[in-house]
């Protein structure tokens, strides 16, 4: 079936550097997608989203970039910090539908120091 | 704290048993989902419920799943003789109508 992935299971960058994780969904009717960061041990934390009439949104430290012609959403982190290190995941959902999020398999974003 | 709490945080279980899961939701938050996660991969979504009524299962619940919202507050999610396959992290979370969706810390579920 239709689902959203992740293109790098892994990034490592320099801290103080700025990440990009990269996400492709595939289900033309998602209109709500949403970035999740997860600790080990803890559930998802919701970081930002965006809705399918925006392309661009920004977060404190965090822009979310939509692009519907190709299907792909990204999530760039400024001035990464070594508290940022988690994993990643991108969720879509079609609003109309209940509100259940189809996740990715999600990006371990590892910040060296 | 008034987030969204999950009890136990751990379950260790032998294969055919029984065990059940609470999940307490943001107060006034009328939406409450369950997911599963494995190891390295994303949630997937089992079920929802909007008040009391739950609107969505996943045919990844099985009939020895079963999951009830009786006052529309608190949830329990019940897994009836439990499989190895059922080792995961089943996660709660919910929204107040369509929106941001905020999890609990879920609940780690190993079966032996």
Not at chain 2, 22 to 30: F, G, K
Request: proline content about 4%; charged content about 20%; hydrophobic content about 30%.
């Amino acid at each position: 079936g239709e689902s959203v992935g992740l293109h790098l299971p892994t990034l490592s960058v320099q801290e103080g550097d700025n990440s990009i994780i990269n996400c492709a969904y595939s289900n033309s009717a998602s209109d709500y997608f949403i970035w999740y960061k997860q600790e080990s041990g803890k559930g998802p934390q919701f970081i930002i989203d965006i809705r399918s009439n925006m392309d661009k949104r920004q977060g404190q430290r965090v822009t979310v970039l939509l692009n519907k012609t190709v299907k792909h959403l990204s999530l760039q982190i400024a001035a990464t910090q070594p508290g940022d290190s988690a994993v990643y995941f991108c969720a879509e959902n079609i609003s109309h539908a209940g509100n259940m999020l189809t996740f990715g398999g999600g990006t371990r974003l590892m910040v060296k120091p | 704290d008034t987030g969204v709490s999950q009890d136990p945080r751990h379950k260790i279980t032998k294969r055919g048993q029984n065990v059940t899961f609470r999940c307490d939701p943001i107060s006034e938050h009328n939406r409450l989902y369950w997911y599963r996660q494995t190891l390295g991969q994303g949630p997937e979504f089992l079920t929802y419920f909007q008040n009391e009524a739950q609107l969505e299962k996943s045919r990844l619940l099985s009939d020895r799943f079963s999951a009830e919202r009786p006052k529309g507050s608190f949830s329990t999610l019940e897994i009836q003789r439990t499989e190895q396959g059922d080792s995961a992290m089943y996660l709660c979370a919910s929204s107040l109508d369509p929106g941001e969706q905020f999890f609990g810390p879920g609940t780690r579920l190993t079966v032996l």
